[in-house]
């Protein structure tokens, strides 16, 4: 057996497939850099702002009580129909404080993961 | 009573030039054993359902070409499977499955998550280590490079390196790549559950971030560019791959995707199974070399998978635990049933994970990453 050639078969080839597929994530995330900078361009200087007014609305409404802590992507429209839910439930002339509004940390909605279950049902 | 004499006699003529004296001349046994062997594979594809699109062409391919004084042989010149036998032995067939394969590929995952790249390519290192355990057995280096391909995982690549590099051994190494390809889901979760801890089982990766379409667009050109400049023998593979990937992502070339994915694939997957099956002739197959190459095929595929769960073990150290090993395993092609079985065997850790788009990123990046491997030891070998 010529162990020059098996060896040299082993390195060569370990090595360069591993070479192209580093070239390759390079490439691929060069690419994804420069599409998020273009689309992030456009879009990016919107977003904060629409959430700071959401912030600076959240206190204003109610600006009597402390500080209502609101987990950041939840919209204004959201935190004032989980506040009319509680106060509906609580009834109006009850004393409520909401403190904080954050998302549910349940992995998913049970639809959502009835979906999930069939769509990846492996065999 | 003359008559019934030259009845007789011709009855006699008849019944020993028919198929079913041939196997009591010689060698003609081996015939029965390798119809046997078509009937054991067609029970598989058709009651067991491995793989039957490919297994079933095949298994009557081995059927037909071991019919005696039929002349039905891919190497029966004149033949029906001689001439469809072409497609295979001037390596057309291969490249037109990858195109179709590509249509029907979606790659986002691996671009949402290029890293995946390198679990593609850590799960091609079996196909290194079966070539020098072929090497070692005394198999030549061309036919050593063709067996360990088959680790690969990836049955157009098996054919296509094996047609250029030892087509006399094209019936015995399909057949493995091809079996064992549709035993991925036997063979890889004992290995997957030796190597790695329950709690690494049970990591749940973040959600992938969404792909743009542009980048879709560009990934299949880029591809095609990088792969084809460095390994230049890796390009008809590759180059099918991504323009099949091109027609299904650019979105104007619809009916394009649609033939290559379908009609297209489907005509190539009966010509390529009827003719890789009429390869394996009793007088070829029956050998200890063929017992040899599909020992080593299970050795090229176990080592592929647990290099790509140990690669996977380092990226989850790495990263501080953000990547299931698991997904390493789908490194070896077997699209998508080895990411289906990183799925299942998540899922039995952790009911509530789902690794298979996770797991699709390293699946597809090995088929690149096979084609790469290809492309190299048909450049060194050939």
């Known amino acids: 057996m010529d162990w020059n050639l098996a060896l040299s078969v082993i390195l060569s080839g370990i090595v360069i497939v591993f070479l192209a597929l580093v070239i390759l994530i390079a490439a691929v995330l060069i690419v994804g850099k420069i599409m998020t900078s273009i689309q992030g361009g456009d879009k990016k200087p919107k977003a904060p702002k629409t959430e700071k007014k959401a912030e600076e609305a959240k206190p204003a409404a109610s600006a009597p009580q402390a500080a209502m802590k609101v987990e950041r992507g939840i919209p204004g429209e959201v935190v004032a129909a989980i506040s009319a839910a509680v106060a509906s439930i609580m009834g109006s002339s009850s004393n409520f404080t909401i403190r904080s509004v954050k998302r549910a940390r349940e992995a998913r909605p049970v639809w959502s993961l009835a979906g999930m279950m069939k769509n990846t049902k492996p065999f | ?382």
């Open chain 2, 1 to 382: 009573m003359e008559v019934f004499a030259t009845f007789w006699d011709s009855l006699q003529t008849m019944a020993a030039t028919s198929g079913f004296a041939q196997f009591f001349v010689g060698d003609g046994w081996k015939y029965a054993v390798m119809i046997g062997i078509a009937c054991v594979l067609l029970y598989l594809a058709i009651v067991k359902k491995f793989e039957p699109l490919l297994l079933l062409p095949i298994a009557f391919g081995i059927l037909l070409a071991n019919l005696p004084l039929a002349a039905l042989g891919a190497h029966d010149e004149g033949g029906l499977l001689y001439y469809l036998y072409f497609g295979v032995k001037n390596v057309i067939y291969p490249p037109l499955i990858f195109l179709g394969v590509g249509a029907m590929t979606d790659f986002g995952p691996l671009i949402a998550n290029p890293k995946s790249f390198l679990l593609g390519a850590a799960a091609q290192v079996g196909i290194f280590l079966t070539f020098l355990g072929a090497l070692l057995i005394g198999f030549t280096p061309a036919e050593a490079g063709a067996i360990g391909i088959i680790g690969g995982a990836d049955g157009p690549t098996a054919i296509y390196v094996t047609s250029k590099l030892a087509s006399h051994l094209l019936g015995p190494i399909a057949i493995a790549a091809y079996s064992y390809m549709a035993l991925v889901p036997i063979i890889q979760p004992p290995i997957m559950k030796l190597l790695t801890t329950k709690k690494e089982r049970m990591v749940v990766m973040e959600q992938l971030r969404p792909v743009s379409k542009t980048e879709k667009i560009l990934f299949p050109i880029l591809v095609t560019l990088v792969v084809s400049l460095m390994v230049p023998m890796a390009a008809p593979l590759l180059g099918m791959l991504m323009l099949g990937n091109l027609f299904r992502e650019s979105g104007v070339c619809q009916r394009l995707s649609s033939t290559a994915q379908n009609e297209l694939m489907n005509i190539v997957t009966i010509f390529l199974g009827i003719s890789v099956g009429s390869t394996a002739s009793a007088d070829t197959f029956l050998n200890l070399q063929t017992l040899g190459i599909i020992v080593l095929g299970l050795v090229a595929f176990s080592v592929g998978t647990g290099c790509g769960v140990l690669f996977g073990k380092i990226m989850y150290k790495v990263t501080g635990g953000k990547v299931n090993p698991l997904i390493g395993s789908a490194g070896v092609s077997a699209v998508p049933m080895a990411a289906r079985v990183s799925q299942k065997v998540g899922q039995e850790a952790n009911p509530g994970n789902f690794l298979l788009m996770h797991a699709m990123g390293p699946n597809v990046a090995g088929v690149i990453g096979s084609a790469v491997a290809a492309g190299v030891l048909l450049s060194i070998l050939s």
